[in-house]
Each structure stands twice: as structure tokens, then as C-alpha cells.
């Protein structure tokens, strides 16, 4: 018998109904769509709007609820829930909780895991871990940010970037070689100067002058932040090919964070890639934060065969960056 590994069996995503283009971020702040598609790659995002849902959560449950009914799972069979996400509904509660409880996984337990961008492939690695304990069989594991919760509208600097959406893997036993391989994540916490929230954390909570300091929306210094994560993501996916004698030829595609297309071209050309084997759907959905990863699998899950070779990488706030190599189960 093989060693037992965590493999991902179903994908389901969602990405809400409201489309924001490049033209009508004109009309909102100093920009324009070719300097945005020249920079990032972006030419729309999706906004969750309050008449369709409200919260993270709504983003979780709809994309778990895509998964359950192409999968045609059993909600009281799931026996634990995790979201990966950097905008939780509320900063005490948990989300998992919730979106567990709303699915009908009475049987599971269910926590956040926060990472910032690196959030989904973080949570690949623990959830892989509790499979691979034997003490667990199915295990949902959902990204998903309602970025635009935490947007200046006035920033040209990230408003640009990021939409709202959500993406949730199941992930069971295997015990025929697929699934997780291995894995290189790495963190660096001196980042979080250039690329973070400063207001609504322990170190600065809610205040008169915090929300007038516009202090509760995201920020970033763009080009320290590009700085990093080319350099860091491309060497991590480099790392991932070296450790397991993978070539180009070997890998079959490379699942990359969507923070910016030059940021992925640098990646996959690092690791020698040709562009049809690299996923992208950043010019749709732009900066999904922890929800990019799942979004690109349910994208292309109908490209995907058994036995393919992925390597996915991620680079996110804090710092937080790595790269795990998965063979495909289905």
C-alpha cells in the first residue's frame, strides 16, 4: 500500500454577479484602463453587492454549496471546515463556524486560517496534515475575501487590484500516490510595514480618529511589495521543482496567485513554463486574495486530467509566500 496522501476530489467556486471594468474605475479615481492593464494584467473584478449578499461568508457558503451539489456530497459526512480568508465577517466569531453550520456540516468542526494572500495554500498544507493523521476523511477547505469590505475607493494604489470571490476544494484519502507531494512556505513578519491594515487589530482598535485616518482600509507601497513577491514566488516554485527533479517538461501547470500578471510571468519564467501551461483568470476577477487559487482550479478543473503535475505558489501579506506540488486525482 502506498503512503496516504491528502488529494483534492472536488472543486466548486462563486464570484458575485456585479462586474466593475476598468471604465468605471475611471470615473471613480485617477486611472485609466490601459495603465491598469499594462501594469496588472486586471481588466475587471467582481463586487458583492449588498442586494445579492453580505459578508465573506455569503461568497463561502455559495461556493460550498457549488461544490456539494456537482459533488453530490453529504454535508454531515464533512468532517472538518476551514476558510481561509483575510475578511472575516466579524473579528470574534468565526466565520468557518457559520458557513458550516449553514451548509448543514453538523458533524464538523470549523476554524479560519489568516495568511493573507498565502491564506488557501497555507490551509492546502493543514488540511493535508489532518488527512494525513488518518483521524480525518473529508475535509472542506474554502478561500474567500469580500475585499472590497476593506478598500479605499480614493487609493489608486490597491482599489485597482483586488475584487471579491470565493473558491472551496474537498480534500480526502489517497492512498494511489495523488494528491499533496510536498511543500516550501516561508513567512517574513518585518513585511507587514508595506503591506497590511493598520486599524480594527488589537494594535489599533476602532476610534473617531482611526476611521477618520481612514486607518481601516488596506494599504500598500507597490513597488517594495512587487519587489518581494516576484522574487519570493519565483523561488519558491524553482525551490518545489528542484526538491522533487521536476522539469518543465514534468509539470503540467502552474497555479499562481493572481496578484499581477508580470508577477506570474516572472514565476512561470523561472520555472521555464510555456504560457499554456500557467492558469490565469486575473483579467476577470483581479486580486481575489484568498480566493484566487481556488477560483483558477474551478476555472479549469475540465482541462485537468489524473495524474497531472501542479505546482501552485502564492505570495501574500505579513510576509507570507510558498509553493506546494500536487498530482492531480481525477
Given amino acids: 500500500m502506498n503512503k496516504l496522501t491528502a488529494a483534492i476530489t472536488a472543486v466548486g467556486g ?46 463561502a457558503i455559495k461556493a460550498a454549496e457549488d461544490l456539494i451539489a456537482k459533488k453530490s456530497v453529504n454535508p454531515k459526512e464533512i468532517d472538518l471546515v476551514v476558510v481561509a480568508t483575510a475578511t472575516p465577517d466579524n473579528m470574534v466569531a468565526s466565520t468557518a463556524a457559520f458557513v458550516a453550520s449553514e451548509i448543514g456540516a453538523s458533524n464538523a468542526f470549523a476554524y479560519d486560517l489568516l495568511a493573507a494572500c498565502s491564506s488557501f495554500l497555507f490551509g492546502l498544507s493543514t488540511v493535508a496534515s489532518y488527512i494525513e493523521s488518518g483521524r480525518y476523511k473529508k475535509v472542506l477547505l474554502i478561500g474567500a475575501d469580500k475585499m472590497s469590505s476593506i478598500l479605499d475607493y480614493e487609493d489608486r ?18 492512498n494511489e500516490g495523488f494528491g499533496l507531494q510536498d511543500e516550501y512556505l516561508r513567512s517574513d513578519g518585518t ?3 508595506f503591506l497590511g491594515m493598520e486599524g480594527g487589530g488589537s494594535l489599533m482598535p476602532a476610534t473617531i480618529e482611526s476611521v477618520k485616518n481612514r486607518k481601516h482600509y488596506i494599504f500598500q507601497e507597490g513597488r517594495t511589495v512587487f519587489k518581494f513577491a516576484v522574487s519570493n514566488m519565483a523561488d519558491a516554485a524553482a525551490e518545489i521543482m528542484k526538491r522533487n527533479n521536476l522539469s518543465d517538461k514534468d ?41 484566487t487559487l481556488p477560483l483558477l482550479l474551478w476555472d479549469y478543473e475540465k482541462q485537468l486530467k489524473k495524474g497531472d503535475n501542479l505546482v501552485f505558489a502564492a ?16
Fill in 157 to 174: 494604489t490597491t482599489c485597482i487590484i483586488f475584487g471579491d470571490g470565493a473558491g472551496a476544494v474537498l480534500m480526502e484519502p489517497n
Fill in 251 to 291: 509539470v503540467d501547470w502552474l497555479v499562481p496567485h493572481q496578484a499581477n500578471k508580470r508577477i506570474i510571468d516572472a514565476t512561470s519564467n523561472r520555472m521555464g513554463l510555456d504560457e499554456s501551461k500557467v492558469m490565469m483568470n486575473i483579467q476577470k476577477y483581479g486580486n481575489t486574495t484568498s480566493g
Fill in 14 to 59: 462563486y464570484v458575485p454577479k456585479h462586474i466593475l471594468t476598468n471604465k468605471m474605475l475611471e470615473e471613480i479615481v485617477d486611472t485609466n484602463d490601459e495603465w491598469i492593464t499594462t501594469r496588472t494584467g486586471i481588466k475587471e473584478r467582481r463586487i458583492l453587492k449588498e442586494d445579492e449578499g453580505e459578508g465573506t461568508s455569503y461568497l
Fill in 191 to 193: 513585511g507587514r510595514q
Fill in 315 to 330: 505570495f501574500g501579506g505579513g510576509f507570507t509566500w510558498g509553493s506546494i506540488y500536487l498530482k492531480w486525482a481525477y
